[in-house]
Every structure is written in C-alpha cells, then in structure tokens.
C-alpha cells in the first residue's frame, strides 16, 4: 500500500482545487478526514476495550461519511435517511478493509457485527438469507471514498443455491428467472471470488446459446439454464479446485473478502496511480438486499442524471431498460430506450422517479446521476452519486446554481476548477463537422490535432522541415522520440495509459496526445496502421482529440476556442455568439476575482505577449528575461562582448547593446503602464549565445583544410572551449556573470533606469523592479546592488527623474532559501525560481530527466506527477514556506512572488495561497486559470 505516498492526495469532490487532473490538494493520504475519524473511532474502541465498530446500518450514514462508507455507502445511507426507497442493507467500513489488507484476516469483531446486522436485514425482509422456500438474495458491492469504476469487484444474487433456487421460482412465479440468476452468480462468484477465468463461463454460454439456436441469452429457456448451471458448477469444480459454496452465508463471507482484496488488483493500483487517489484508503463494501429489474415488462433498470452532464441543462436525461438487470444495460445486449419512454410505459414509476430527481438535486445542491430498478412496479433507488460532467457543463451548472438561488458565488467557485477551464481553452473540432471514427484511445494532452500520419521521429523531422503537419504515430514512445514529438503536431499511441512516456512528455510540452488506443494496430515497419479492415498508411490524415481520446480519418476541422476569444476581447459575453458558456466563464472569472487575495502576473518579455497578459487579466510582470532580448541579429552583439580582450572592446559591445535594451524595456514598460514589471538581469550562461562547439570545430577544420583561417572563428572557437561547461546548470549564469563580466549587469540596470525615466518624461507610468537571478548567499546581492544603486542615481541625476525602483532578487537555490533571513536585507522582494529550485532541491536536470526516466518514476508511484508540474509541497515547498517566513521575519514589508512554471498550475497556486505569496506570475495563456484558482485558493481556506 505504499502507492502514492509523498505526493498530493485526491480531495474530495468540490473540495478538489486542481488543475490539469482536477483532483488533487491534499498533501498525504492521511488527508481523509472519515476515515482517519473512523480509525480514530476504532483505536479508541480497541484501546478501551469497547469493540470497534465496523458496520454500519444505511440509518446509521450519511453523504459526508465517504472516507469511512466509501461514496456509495455514503450516499445510500444519505438516500435512506431522505426517506427514498432504498433496499435495505449494511455498510462494512473502510477501516475493516484496512485492518484485512494489513493483517491479511477480517477483524475478529467483524463476523459478529455482520451477523447482527443481516439478522436485522432478515428481520426487515421478513426472510432469511438463502431461505430455501424463500430466499433473501443480497449484491455483494464495493465502494470507496472516490469512484473507481468497474476497478473493483461486486457480486450480485449471493444466498442463492440448490436448495434454494426452486424457492425462488416459486415466489417469483418464474422458473427461467430464478436459473437465470442462479447461473449468474456462479458465473460472478466464480470469476471474481473463485479467480476462474471468466471466457470459460462464456464459452459454456455461447454453446447454450448455439445447442438452442438462440441469438441471444434471453432466449434460453429454464430448462437450458438449469443445463448451464451444471456446466457452470463442473468450470468451478474442475478451475478452482473446489466445489460452488452452497452454503449462504459462506458465499457471502468470502464475497466479502473478495471485494477487500480487489482494491489492490494491479489494475485498480494503476487506476489510483492514474487519477491520484491514495492508496490506503481501502474499500467499504455494501450488502444490500437484491431487487430484481428481470422479473418481466413491469419490470426494468436505468439511469438518471438530474441535469445533462453535457450541457448541464435540466430535463429528463437517462436511458432504461425494461425486464432487465443493471449489467444488461452495460453489456449492451438490447437497446436502452430514453427515459423519457418511462412515462408511457410506468406512468406511476416515471412520476415517483422524478420527484426524487428533484429531491436528490434540492437536497445535494448539484446534478446527480441514478441508478435505479423498477420491481414489479415498484421503484428501488440503487446508487446516487455528484453526477461527472463536462468542463463547459460543469461552469453552465455552477452558474445555473447560482441564479436558481441554491449555491453562492464561493460554492459555485468550488463546483470548477483551473483543469476544466484550461481544457475550454484549447482549440477544439469543429462540433458541426461531418467525422469518420477510427477509434478511441485515453485522452492523454487536451487539444485538437490533425497532420499526415508518420510512423517514426526521422519522418516526423523531415516532413515538418518541409511544412508538413504530422501526427506521430508509434506503439508507445521512448525518449529517442522527442524530437519527432516537438515536430509533431500531436502523438498518438497505442500502448500505455496517462502517466506512459508519450502522455507525460506531451502534457510537458502542451502537445494534443491521444495514447493507449489499443484498437488500432500500429505496424511502424510497415509504416501503416489499421482498425480492423480499414488502413491507414503514412502520409494519410488523421485528426486526433487529446481531449476526448478520439481518433478520426481525415481532417477534421478546428475551431479556436470561443472562451479565449472571450478573453483575447475579440468575443463579449453578453454578445449572442458568446452563448451559455462564455457567459458563464465571464462570471465565474469575475466572482474569483473578487474572491482572491493573490495577485496575478505574467512572464513575458515582448510586447505582444504583455499586451495578451493584460487582455487576460494580468496586473503586471513577474518575469521578464532579458535573454531572449539578446538573439537573433544582436547575438553578434553579445559575442562580441564576450570575445571582448580590453575594456575599450567590451566597453564598445556594451554600448551597442545599451539603447536596444532601453528600447525594449521602453516598449514593454508602456505595454504595462501603471503596473509593475520585473525585469531579470542576464540568466542563462554565456555559451548560450555562441555558436555550438562541434558545428564550429567543423567549420574552423574545414577552413583550415582549405588555408582559410578564419580569425574571428578561431577566437569564437577558443572562446566556446573556454566557457563550455560539463553541468551549465550550475555553472556561470545568473548573479555570477553580473559579477565576473564587468559592466553586463550595469548596462542593463542603465537600460531600465533610462526606459523609466523616458516613460516618466511621456507622463507614464514606469513601474520597473529589477531583479537578481541565481543568489545564493546575500555578498553577491549586495555587490550587484550596490552597482546598480549607483547606476540609478548617475541617471537620475543626469535626467533630473527621482525613479523609484526597487531591487530584489530571485530565490531559486536551495542556499538561498535557507539564508532568507539574511537575503531579505539587501532584497525588497523575492520571487521564487521554482524551476531553478525543483532541479536543485531534487537534483534533477530537468531538461533531461522528464523524458528519461521520470515515466519510470510515474509508474512506480514515486511521485504522481511531476515535481516540475506540481510543486513539491513537502520538500521544495518547504523551503518556500521557511523562506517566505524568514524574508519577512526580517523585512516585514517584503514583497513575495513566485515565476517559476508552477505559477500557473492549479494546485500549485493553492500552495502558494497558503504560504502567503503576494502574487504568482505565469505564462499569458494561463493567467485566467491563474486566477481562477486564486479565487478558489480564498474560498477553500475560507
Ligand atoms: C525559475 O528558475 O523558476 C525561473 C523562472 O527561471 P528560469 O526558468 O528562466 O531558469
Ligand atoms: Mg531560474
């Protein structure tokens, strides 16, 4: 049970603050209140000698007991306590679970607590379980705190035997039903608790079928199904070495256990893996009594959503399925008819079953979704749950909640969450073009894609070189494909699930990924896929939606979506293009904006990107890098400064430099007038700009060969030689080169001071802070400092400007954070490198381990998502809190930021709520589901 340890935990649902899973907030298993107050309860019961408790009547729960009851426990006893027609039945908590999974035994108490309470169940009935002339049947199901569907294990008809299947007949007044569940016990209980491999039992049903003619198995008669139960009986006898328990309560028991056991099945570890679920939160299992949908046309089972999870709309949404068991309906044998039908064939049904919808909604505040039988005209409510929806129906119901008068603006904030709004920002297909489905894999990177299907990373290179669009195509992929994948406008695999390499490195990249599309048969030799018949050779279109996991033939076309036109301002909300949804977005933005306390920035550092930051909802900079200033034809500029062997040459460099950066910076400053923009100092090291050492080694040789030397090249080469470095990272960059280069840092501290001043000079409204990357100790800052201190007063007293900017620095090494205290002297703010500080605190290169061995990592349930996506709560978080707590202990004034990629995820900006930060600052793109989780942040610690 260690899975998931270390790493933040699924919260409850409308608790969830999250983001791109939209599940996870907590900071460890523990973070279960039921069920920790559940082994709280037992402890204390077993430490006073009082026996614990471990089973729960449906009278004795209620819907905030999942920790505990698990979901549909929970929910059930929530739904008896309302008064609804529920079967009667018992609960067996999580904790008896947990205690069976780490002793490998039931809790001594728990038999007689079961017993106690199936007499009471008994009692209710008014039969016993297994009563040979009139047998109380009972569904054997498991539950846990969060759904985990089909993960786990559930038996139903459990008590019927020989003995008793006649009895059954004879109430029922039906022989064929009774055979009919009696095989599908024996068929249940063999597969799931007898572990006999369940193709047998079909195989032995399709002969039934084939002996009789019969299309489908509601055409065997009784007397085919008593022959198919003998069959059934010889698989278990001869599979699992032992005979098919006739006794009752035995079949239950080990029912019982089976579901215990299910909840680590390899499948359902990797299903928690998946969605971020703990791992040792265990399974409630319910017993209840078994109603029966097949019982004839008055009978039947369905389900219902009290609003449409699509589009979030009431109505009657649902399908049903008369004279019916709930797992006809999955199976998919007969057609379901719409809900709707219910009217005319059980008008008395029909009318009870909407007056429940109505309650379920008014009492949960929230869609729900139903399963529910009809026995004989008698309506049976099995299951209800807060109904999954659609990212866009998820802000429609919120807001639809809010003007119904049921929830206000902070709850409706916790209805929504960052993952869901990023996902309504992605380009979509267009919903009104005509598709051809190939098939369907896991929705791995949100997006739409559609290029030439190539089959390998050289292709893909290749043919994008030359303006192709390509999708990549492969089994699964490994990190020799990255390029291919950076070509690529999407990956598409047919091996692996959300944490596979392709997945993680497609989400790292923001690339549309669809993998694990198991159906489709991938042969890269051949170069070619295929779905059945059908053929896809490379060079042909594909689209494929990374948001729905679907892939088409052809070109589908795409559509931007209309919620960034809404914040690009080229949409207005109430216009009637906009529709529901853009006018829900615009709502939910403004009530979190109202809500929050953090402050949201932008990294940019162009004036396009300033000007879509502002547009959605920046108040500032938080990172501007001055290194991308320093490209394209200034490189040459910048080498020469480095080539540079007396100060008149690095002087003169300089001085080439100096009224391009003031340029920039009085552009971005005008872009962001009134509001503050950090400008970082010069980051990166310095080879960075220089040519790359093999590409120059070649061209210096092959001058040489032809008796051309190439002067500058040679000094180029012994200059790159110089500066190479075996871990750059952590070589000279940041603060360092401010302080072995002379005159880099003051030119640019001149440049901002200069830009400010000529702003203020136009009646602007300068907010420049200048910011000191990679410190580590406070000497460095305060020499930088005290350079540009000068260099701002030489200007200002030479444009006769009083500036006031401000100094501060990054705190993006683990030493710098430890000495906060003492760095908060000479900085009047910090922001936060989380980058720099995730790769240092981890010691990992990020550039290289994402796509090497950080899949492996993923599946081995070491972290749940990566450290670089998520900030690592318990440790680079750690050092953020002591840091923050330092800084201000020392200066109390001091202004704390954060503009590492962390900024902009959902779950990280809830840390950064926590610890106090005055701002994050992210990319444009995703400052609205920055400040949507901001708001979030205010009303889930509210
Ligand atoms: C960081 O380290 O978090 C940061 C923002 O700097 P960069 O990513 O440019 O190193
Ligand atoms: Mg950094």
Redesign the pocket.
């Known amino acids: 049970m260690s899975e998931n340890k270390d790493r933040p935990a699924k919260q409850p649902e409308h608790t969830a603050p999250t983001e791109r899973t939209g599940k996870a907030g907590a900071t460890g298993p523990t973070g279960s209140t039921g069920a920790a107050g559940g082994a709280e309860r037992a402890r204390a019961g077993e430490k006073s000698g009082a026996a614990a408790k471990y089973v729960y009547d449906f009278t004795e729960g209620n819907k905030g007991m999942k920790g505990l009851l698990g979901g549909k426990g929970a929910n059930l006893a929530e739904m008896t306590n309302l008064g609804l027609p529920v079967p009667p039945g018992f609960t067996i908590s999580t904790e008896a679970c947990k205690v069976y999974l780490a002793s490998g035994s039931e809790p001594a108490t728990l038999r007689r607590e079961v017993s106690a309470h199936l007499a009471a169940l008994e009692e209710t009935m008014g039969k016993k379980l297994g009563q040979s002339d009139d047998p109380l049947l009972v569904s054997v199901r498991s539950g846990a705190k969060f759904s985990m569907p089909g993960m786990m294990d559930t038996v139903l008809n459990v008590g019927l035997s020989d003995d008793s299947v006649d009895g059954l007949a004879a109430q029922a007044g039906d022989e064929r039903f009774a055979w009919d569940s009696y095989r599908r016990l024996i068929q249940m209980f063999g597969t799931t608790v007898l572990g006999v491999d369940g193709e047998l039992f079909e195989e032995a049903l399709d002969e039934a079928k084939h002996g009789r003619g019969a299309a489908t198995d509601v055409e065997l008669e009784a007397p085919d199904l008593k022959k198919l139960v003998q069959s059934y009986k010889k698989i278990v006898s001869r599979e699992a070495g032992r005979e098919f328990p006739q006794d009752p309560r035995e079949q239950m028991d080990l029912a019982v256990r089976s579901v215990f056991e299910s909840w680590n099945t390899d499948r359902a570890k990797l299903y928690r893996r998946q969605e971020r679920i703990p791992g040792d939160l265990g399974t409630a299992v319910n017993i209840v009594a078994m109603v029966f949908g097949n019982l004839g046309p008055d009978s039947g089972t369905g389900v219902a959503f009290t609003r449409d999870p699509a589009s979030g709309h009431q109505g009657v949404y649902g399908d049903y399925l008369q004279n019916a068991q709930g797992e006809d309906v999955v199976a998919g044998i007969r057609n379901t008819v719409p809900l709707a039908d219910l009217e005319s064939i059980d008008k008395a049904s029909y009318d009870q079953l909407l007056g429940i919808m109505e309650t379920l909604e008014n009492h949960y505040l929230d869609l729900c979704d139903i399963e529910f039988t009809i026995e004989r005209g008698k309506l049976w409510m099995l299951q209800t749950r807060v109904g999954k929806r659609t990212a866009g129906a998820a802000f429609r119901i919120a807001t639809q909640l809010v003007d119904q008068g049921l929830i206000d603006e902070a709850e409706a904030l916790r209805r929504v969450n960052g993952a869901q709004l990023a996902q309504l920002m992605f380009p979509r297909f267009d919903d009104d073009a005509k598709r051809d489905l190939l098939g369907r894999g896991i929705a791995a990177s949100p997006g739409a894609a559609v290029g030439k299907a190539v089959f390998d990373s050289y292709t893909a290179i290749k043919w994008s070189r030359s303006g192709e669009k390509v999708i990549l195509v492969r089994r699964e992929t490994n990190p020799d494909d990255l390029e291919g994948m950076i070509a690529a406008e999407g990956i598409l695999t047919s091996r692996g699930g959300k944490t596979s390499h392709a997945a993680v490195v497609a989400r790292g990249m923001g690339k549309t990924c669809v993998c694990g599309a198991e159906e489709l048969e991938v042969d890269t030799k051949k170069r070619r896929l295929s779905v059945g018949s059908r053929v896809v050779e490379e060079g042909d279109v594909i689209s494929i939606d990374g948001s729905t996991g679907k892939v088409y033939l052809g070109e589908v076309p795409v559509v931007p979506s209309p919620v960034v036109e809404y914040f690009e301002g080229r949409m207005h909300a109430g216009a009637e293009e906009a529709g529901e949804l853009v006018g829900s977005v615009h709502r939910m933005m403004a009530y979190a904006d109202r809500r929050r306390r953090l402050r949201v920035r932008a ?1 940019a550092d162009n004036t396009e990107d300033a000007l879509r930051a502002r547009r959605f909802g920046a108040q500032g900079i938080g ?1 501007c ?1 001055t290194e991308h200033m320093f490209l394209g034809e200034r490189r040459e500029m910048v080498e020469r400064l480095i080539l540079a062997d007396t100060d008149e040459e690095r002087e003169a460099a300089l001085g080439q430099l100096l009224p391009l950066q003031r340029a920039d910076f009085v552009e971005l400053l005008e872009a962001m007038d009134g509001v503050p923009v950090t400008v ?1 100092l010069l ?2 090291p310095l080879h960075e700009f220089l040519p790359d050492i093999t590409e120059l080694s070649v061209r210096v040789a092959l001058a040489e060969a032809r008796r051309d030397h190439n002067e500058n090249d040679l000094r180029l080469l012994q200059a790159v030689h110089k500066l190479h470095e075996q871990n750059p990272m952590l070589g000279l960059r940041g603060v360092r080169l401010g302080l072995v280069i002379p005159g880099l840092f003051a030119m640019q501290v001149r440049a901002i001071a200069e830009a400010a001043a000529e702003r203020k000079g136009a009646k602007g409204d300068p907010r420049a802070e200048i910011m000191i ?1 990679l410190v580590g100790t406070v000497q460095e800052l305060e020499i930088v400092r005290d350079e540009a201190e000068q260099v701002i007063a030489d200007v200002e007293r030479a444009t006769g400007t009083r500036l006031k900017l401000s100094l501060g620095t ?1 705190i ?1 090494l683990p030493r710098a954070a430890l000495t906060a205290g003492q760095i908060a002297e000479a900085a009047e703010f910090f922001s ?6 995730t ?1 240092t605190v981890w010691g990992f290169s990020r550039d290289d381990v994402e796509a090497s061995f950080f899949t492996a990592y993923l599946e081995k349930g070491i972290f749940g998502v990566s450290p670089f996506e998520t900030i690592d709560r318990d440790g680079v978080g750690a050092l953020v809190r002591d840091a923050c707590r330092a800084g201000r202990a020392t200066r109390p004034d001091l202004k704390l930021g954060i ?3 962390h900024g902009g995820d959902p779950e990280s900006v809830h840390f950064f709520h926590e610890v106090g930060l005055d701002y994050v600052s992210c990319s444009p793109f995703r400052i609205p589901v920055a400040r949507l989780e901001a708001g979030r942040a205010a009303v889930l610690g509210a």
């Open positions: 990294n990172l890098r970082r980051d990166p990357p990054m993006e936060f490198g989380t980058n720099d500080l790769q503009c590492g990629e």
